[in-house]
């Protein structure tokens, strides 16, 4: 485990968690096209392209031109979709979907970067309705997401706000000034060389799962480098941590009944004690 701690300060710190192959292991608006699907918004031919374009993204992430490409696609596509219905999909589907993509080692990570008093921020370029409640399923304290222009409760296709690439910086850096974070003491993880601004937005940076481009850059400027293995997903989390939690109460249950047999038969086996005149007792 990395070392996370640091001394008190009266500065406040952050963590900032690309979402997309460094949280999760694909992408997370991609992952919700079945449900998408289920629920009318999108046809079986859109499914099927998106499971190709997350094919894509799995072997060899994106770069900039890819991802315009996405955006271009996914503006055009939720054109005219109502926005409770999406937001009812996510909520209905967000366990079975993202549960099981999640990484062990991020969400120890996170947990770490609480327990030494920092704010956990998902910064992901894609749709606030998919981000915040993955962040507030994983406890983190604030999200940067893309947003979109909605108008009588449906989507126009055009984006207010996009969270990514130099925009991912531009928010941290405002959010540091309006929580009072201390970048030079954040830290951040990302597995894409468009996040290298956002990364060296803090004086911690850190590779995760990095494409080719980001992990040359990170042996250039000596950034630590993290490779997550196969998710084990919060539900799998969960339960080997109630397996856990039996085996060390028996443990502690065990040890405590065999300290009191020590002291127990140590108290059988000590001489009498004398008496006030210092001679035995009668």
């Not at 992408?27 to 919700?32: D, E, K």
């Not at 374009?53 to 770069?63: I, S």
């Not at 979709?81 to 909520?91: E, G, K, S, Y």
Request: charged share 25%; with cysteine; glycine share 8%.
């Amino acid at each position: 485990m990395l070392d996370l701690m640091e001394p008190l300060g009266t500065t406040r710190s952050a963590a900032f968690f690309d979402l997309d192959k460094t949280i999760i292991a694909r992408s997370s608006t991609l992952a919700f096209s079945r449900p998408f699907y289920a629920g009318g918004l999108i046809n079986r031919r859109t499914v099927l392209r998106s499971a190709y374009a997350q094919f894509v993204y799995l072997l060899g992430g994106a770069d900039h031109d890819q991802m315009e490409r996405m955006r271009e696609y996914i503006s055009a596509m939720c054109i005219g979709w109502d926005v409770r219905t999406v937001q009812a999909i996510v909520a209905d589907t967000l366990h079975h979907i993202v549960t099981p993509m999640i990484h062990d080692e991020a969400v120890e990570l996170i947990e770490a970067h609480h327990a030494a008093g920092r704010d956990v921020v998902i910064v992901s370029s894609s749709g606030i309705e998919v981000v915040e409640p993955i962040g507030a399923m994983l406890g983190a304290d604030k999200v940067i997401a893309t947003r979109m222009v909605v108008a009588d409760g449906k989507y126009t296709g055009e984006i207010a706000e996009y969270a990514y690439g130099p925009n991912k910086a531009t928010a941290i850096q405002a959010l540091a000034v309006t929580e009072g974070y201390d970048l030079e003491k954040s830290f951040a993880y990302s597995d894409s060389i468009t996040d290298e601004p956002m990364l060296a937005t803090v004086g911690h940076p850190h590779a995760v799962n990095p494409d080719k481009a980001l992990r040359r850059l990170a042996a250039e400027r000596d950034w630590p480098v993290l490779d997550f293995k196969v998710p084990v997903g919060l539900a799998e989390r969960s339960r080997l941590r109630e397996v856990r939690r039996p085996a060390m109460a028996a443990g502690l249950v065990a040890g405590l009944a065999a300290g009191a047999f020590l002291l127990a038969s140590r108290r059988r086996s000590r001489p009498a004690s004398d008496g006030p005149g210092g001679g035995p007792e009668s």
